[in-house]
């Protein structure tokens, strides 16, 4: 197995943490694997989106001083049926999307999402 060293900021490491524990991991190393895989999954999944795919896309994020979600929701306009903006605790915002279109659409707008790295929680629920 190959070692690899990686930087990693305070909270991050108390996300792995937290990880480790919660699935009673061995350590910190099976936790990145774990959590790996589950990005994996989540990349396999996306590569199914073909033809017509319809959902609920679900963003939380920290408070809306920072324009970037507004500027996807209007580079993929055409893909948004209605959306809901909402104010959580902690200055965070909730974004409800009920997404339509294109799977290759809808893939690309969830890879801008995620590559952002401005969102906590990033999930779609399709039909």
Request: hydrophobic content about 40%; aromatic content about 4%; some cysteine.
């Amino acid at each position: 197995m190959s070692i690899v060293s990686i930087s990693l900021d305070e909270e991050s490491i108390a996300s792995l943490d937290m990880i480790a524990e919660s699935f009673k991991l061995k350590g910190r190393s099976d936790a990145v694997r774990m959590s790996i895989k589950s990005a994996v999954a989540e990349l396999k999944e996306m590569d199914d989106y073909d033809g017509l795919v319809e959902g609920v896309l679900i963003i939380v994020h920290e408070h809306h001083d920072d324009a970037w979600i507004s500027m996807i929701q209007h580079r993929n306009e055409e893909l948004i049926r209605t959306q809901l903006h909402s104010h959580l605790a902690d200055r965070k915002c909730l974004e409800l999307m009920i997404v339509s279109g294109e799977g290759q659409r809808i893939r690309d707008m969830l890879r801008e999402v995620h590559s952002a790295n401005k969102a906590s929680y990033i999930k779609l629920v399709r039909n």
